[in-house]
């Protein structure tokens, strides 16, 4: 778990995700034939056909490998500095989706310099407006919006403005727990994804088709590095990687669950943003049937991932969706079972094994 706890604590927001993807480029360092970096900050990670010794080529001699595309976004939902007041209290304009009843009272970072940790500032995220001993009973009742959020960074305005412009990254701040058969920790979503790829491919001994892992930018606000990558690569099958509802606790009606923890891989049949191939969604079934992969089948009616944007690409892509099944998603406790996080790493290598 420490690579998870290593990406779960690195702070990378759409368009600013140049930590979270120098920590992966050193991390999967050898496991890819060529890795780079395309114009909209995606990792791209390119790693060759490894059949086995003696087994009978796939296809004909002139034709290529099947092309996989794995897609794995890294950024997290967070915020840009959009204003700093008279008094030194800095706003937010936010870059994803936030329930702001999760934005209470919270520890957050501003990080002046995108690639330098050592200058990031904490501050005291809170909206604005009166306390609850002097509230009226119908401030009491009131849900804020993002743009009434300041944040407090105990410092005089002139230090502020010297240190804080329009545009820094922000942050929540928030450690890994292990807590019982759980990891619970901000931004799983997804940097699960991200730990799952890296693992499968670790896993990968032998397999036939070229694997081109790329770890995509600006998927919270549009799926947009992926739809860039997607026409660069043109895959011939597309794999998002993804966290997915787990609404199991008390409060949600089974029906609307989506998944259920503990279950296994979340093997997704369609969300908001593209329905899944059922060849390759079948293949997936199939190999973790032979496994004794756990897995479960899922719908999700909001909502969507990479597949959204590699489906598109070009004339079409076959895709899918492998989901970690996630509690409490888009909060700093998001909540996932080792068992669901393990499942969707070994369904995955062994689909890649057999493609």
């Not at 904490?122 to 804020?144: C, F, L, Q």
């Not at 009434?148 to 230090?159: N, T």
């Amino acid at each position: 778990m420490k690579l998870l706890e290593q990406l779960v604590t690195t702070a990378g927001v759409p368009g600013r995700e140049h930590r979270v993807r120098e920590l992966i480029k050193k991390q999967v360092k050898g496991l890819f034939d060529t890795v780079e970096t395309d114009r909209l900050g995606s990792l791209v990670c390119v790693r060759k056909p490894r059949p086995k010794k003696g087994a009978k080529k796939r296809g004909s001699k002139k034709s290529r490998p099947t092309r996989v595309m794995l897609a794995a976004h890294m950024d997290q939902i967070g915020f840009l500095v959009s204003f700093i007041d008279a008094n030194g209290f800095v706003r937010l304009n936010p870059v994803g989706g936030f329930d702001t009843r999760n934005l209470f009272a919270r520890i957050v970072t501003i990080c002046p310099d995108i690639k330098d940790p050592s200058k990031d500032i904490t501050g005291v995220m809170n909206p604005g407006g009166k306390p609850i001993h002097i509230a009226s009973e119908e401030d009491k009742k009131k849900i804020p919006e993002v743009k009434e959020f300041m944040i407090d960074l105990g410092l005089p305005a002139e230090e502020v403005n010297k240190r804080v412009r329009i545009g820094d990254m922000v942050v929540l701040q928030a450690p890994m727990h292990q807590i019982g058969n759980t990891v619970v920790s901000q931004c799983l979503d997804n940097r699960v994804a991200c730990w799952i790829a890296i693992r499968a491919i670790e896993k990968l001994k032998h397999h036939d088709c070229e694997i081109v892992c790329v770890f995509t930018v600006q998927e919270e606000v549009g799926l947009r590095g992926a739809m860039a990558a997607a026409y660069g690569v043109d895959p011939d099958i597309g794999i998002a990687i993804d966290t997915t509802l787990c609404c199991d606790t008390p409060g949600v009606p089974d029906t609307e669950r989506v998944t259920k923890q503990g279950d296994g891989a979340a093997l997704t049949v369609m969300d908001a943003s593209a329905i899944a191939d059922t060849e390759v969604l079948g293949a997936f079934e199939s190999v973790a049937k032979k496994n004794k992969i756990k897995y479960q089948l899922s719908i999700l009616s909001r909502g969507g991932t990479d597949s959204g944007a590699m489906q598109r690409s070009r004339a079409g892509v076959r895709t899918f969706t492998l989901s970690c099944p996630t509690r409490y998603i888009h909060t700093v406790t998001e909540t996932v079972h080792k068992d669901d996080l393990h499942a969707c790493r070994d369904v995955l290598a062994a689909y890649l094994e057999q493609v």
